[in-house]
């Protein structure tokens, strides 16, 4: 690697942990790009070579916690379909350690987390299915996580009133009916 290009990785991590260290206390459509280059120790233009506005920032984090939440799971992603529905063993792997992701919980429990559903959404396609697959596969899988992604916020914000494995048993039936469907 060269040395610009060092240095382009060093200016791209040094942004991504300034807009972490903001984000444990300031909701991401409050962080300014001259907070967040002045916390990163850069200029703006540093900023805008990498990302064309905040959104390819936040998106780009969110891709990275989804794509760790799914490490491991690899030889999961392609289980048999239980009775026609996603695997339960896989549902509740991955919903633990979704769960368990802070930067995800705090995506979903920050103010106007509606305008990230999408991006949560779209990041766990593109893990799942890749960026570049055929429309049809890819709005299919793009339904079906969202009908999931909003039933757990939603169990989540009432403070998760039936048991995980309820939640579990809800998304599987859920995956068999999206199943169906196809």
């Known amino acids: 690697m060269d040395l610009r290009s060092e240095r382009g990785e060093q200016s791209k991590i ?3 942990t300034a807009f972490l260290e903001l984000f ?3 909701d991401p459509e409050d962080i300014s790009i001259v907070n967040l280059c002045k916390r990163a120790g850069v200029n703006r233009s540093t900023f805008y070579s990498h990302y064309g506005f905040m959104d390819c920032l936040i998106h780009e984090v969110l891709r990275e916690n989804v794509a760790e939440v799914c490490e491991g799971l690899g030889s999961q992603w392609n289980l048999l379909l ?3 529905g ?3 063993t896989f549902i509740s792997t991955y919903l633990s350690r979704f769960l368990s992701n ?3 919980q705090r995506f979903c429990t920050c103010s ?3 305008r990230y559903r999408t991006l949560i959404i ?3 396609v593109e893990v799942s299915i890749g960026p570049d697959t055929e429309p049809v596969k890819y709005y299919t899988a793009f339904f079906q996580n969202a009908g999931v992604f909003n ?3 939603e169990w989540m914000a009432n403070e998760r009133p039936i048991p995980d494995e309820s939640i579990i048993e809800i998304i599987h039936e859920y995956s068999k009916t999206v199943s169906r469907m196809k």
């Open 14 to 16: 040094a942004l991504k």
């Open 24 to 26: 444990r206390t300031i």
């Open 82 to 84: 239980e009775e026609g």
């Open 86 to 88: 996603v695997s339960r």
């Open 102 to 104: 802070p930067i995800l």
């Open 112 to 114: 106007n987390n509606g």
């Open 122 to 124: 779209r990041s766990q």
């Open 151 to 153: 039933c757990v916020l």
